[in-house]
Structure formats: C-alpha cells, structure tokens
C-alpha cells in the first residue's frame, strides 16, 4: 500500500484499536491533527445505527429490519468549522450518540452481523486512500489487515471507568462511579466475547497501556512511530 502526498512521505492507514474509555478518541484526533491525516471515529457509526435502531424502535435481535435501517442510512463525518461532527442522513446526532443508554444499545447492536458488514464497507471505503487514523475495535484485524500502522491502545477497568465517569460529570450528566465502571465492565464482555469481530490485539499491533501515561506521552510515542513508517 503506497500512497505518497505532497511532501514525498506515504500517506498510511493507522489503526487504533482497543477497549472503552482507553483514551483512543483523544488519542486518536490529536495523532491524526499532526500528522495530518483524517480522523475516522468507527464507534460513532456503531453509535449512530444504535441511535436510530432505538428511535425507531426497532429490536436490536432483528437482523432483517438492521439490514434495512442500514440501507437507508448515510453517515457523514463532517469538520468544516473545525469541530467534529457526525451526520446520520444530514442530522446532526453528534450529542445524542454519546448517552450512557446508547452506549449499552450500541454493543449489542455491534454484535449483529448485519450491521457489522454493512459498517466494514463503508470503514472499507473511508479509509481506502490512505492518511487515515481509524479507531476501534476491528481496525487492524478485520477492516484493514494491512494497515501499516497498528496500535492497540489500554488501561485498567477501573482507570477506564474512572476517566468515563469524570467525562460524564463534566457534561452535566448524573451518574455513580460505580455505575461506570460497572458499565464499561460490561461492555468490555460484549466487546470480547460477540463471535463476529470481537476485541482483540492484532499480532503485529503495538500495545500500548495508558494507565498512569499522560496523553502527551501516548500521543508522542504514536506520532515518532508513524514518521518512520511514512520514510520507509
Ligand atoms: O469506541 P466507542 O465506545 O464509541 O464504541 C461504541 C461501541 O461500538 C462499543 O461497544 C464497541 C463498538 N464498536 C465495534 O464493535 N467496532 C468498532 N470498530 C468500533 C466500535
């Protein structure tokens, strides 16, 4: 896979896959500012499916009327005043995405075959020309196979659930600490063990666990690694 910008350097795919609240959203935008590169946050399309699949009301187990909701679904990741946001169909759902019910919805939604194949080909497509950073949880096992970048990205439940719960905080949001790490415990369960595509380190993956890291040394560590990627 080679594809060169203006400055010579290969434009790469980078896959930053890992567990819930690892930091891999403000990992991942702030890699993807430096080196350049497109920001593709695939929890938001998983999100988004889940949003609508509970407005509709529709049975997350219902992978006939998944498969019709997904058809008629288009999801755009929109940056233009330089914030990022997400469309679902033009609408703008970025907050709505984000509620601890949707979270919940969204792995179990995530487990469904039909979601999941519909989501690969649109990642599949975002992604295809390179100067991409994806997240997930599938990037560098199942979407890209052959990113040249992989990282997977780690931390303890607690620490996870912890950082969960100050972010909710900080919106407003009434919720225990308790209840959080409870929450992402239970999300990891879904993550690991649904038989499509479940969480898992790529072997050629650098891991990365972040407890007790700051997001500086994170990100650095990241960055030096994709230059010398790019030069080869
Ligand atoms: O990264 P996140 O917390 O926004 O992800 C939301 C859910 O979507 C999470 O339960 C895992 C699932 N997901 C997935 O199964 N595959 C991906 N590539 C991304 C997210």
Redesign the pocket.
């Known amino acids: 896979m080679s594809r060169s910008g203006p400055s010579g350097r290969r434009k790469l795919i980078v896959a930053i896959d890992g567990p ?1 609240g690892a930091g ?2 403000s990992v991942t935008k702030a890699l993807a500012e430096r080196l350049g590169y497109i920001h593709i ?4 399309m ?2 988004t499916v889940a949003l609508l699949v509970s407005r509709q009301g529709i049975d997350p187990q219902d992978d006939a009327a998944l498969t019709r909701l997904c058809s008629q679904l288009i999801i755009e990741f929109d940056s233009s005043d330089g914030s990022s946001r997400v469309l679902a169909n033009g609408e703008d759902v970025t907050s709505a995405i984000r509620s601890p019910e949707i ?1 919940l919805l ?2 179990k939604i ?1 487990a469904m075959p039909s979601v999941r194949s519909h989501l690969l080909l649109q990642q599949q497509m975002l992604g295809a020309r390179g100067g991409v950073v994806l ?5 560098g096992t199942v ?1 890209f196979p052959a990113a040249e970048a992989k990282f997977y990205l780690t931390a303890s439940a607690e620490e996870r659930g912890r950082r969960r719960y100050e972010e909710l905080k900080a919106k407003g949001e009434h919720v225990s600490l308790e209840q959080t790490v409870a929450e992402v415990q239970m ?1 990891d369960q ?2 690991f063990t649904r038989e499509i ?1 479940p ?1 898992r380190r790529a072997d050629d993956a650098v891991e990365i666990d972040s407890t007790g890291l700051t997001l500086e040394t994170v990100i650095s560590g990241m960055e030096s690694l994709v230059r010398t990627r790019e030069n080869r």
């Open positions: 819930s891999k959203s946050d695939t929890g938001a998983f999100r979270s969204t792995s995530a997240e997930g949880r599938d990037i979407v999300r879904q993550d595509a969480l």
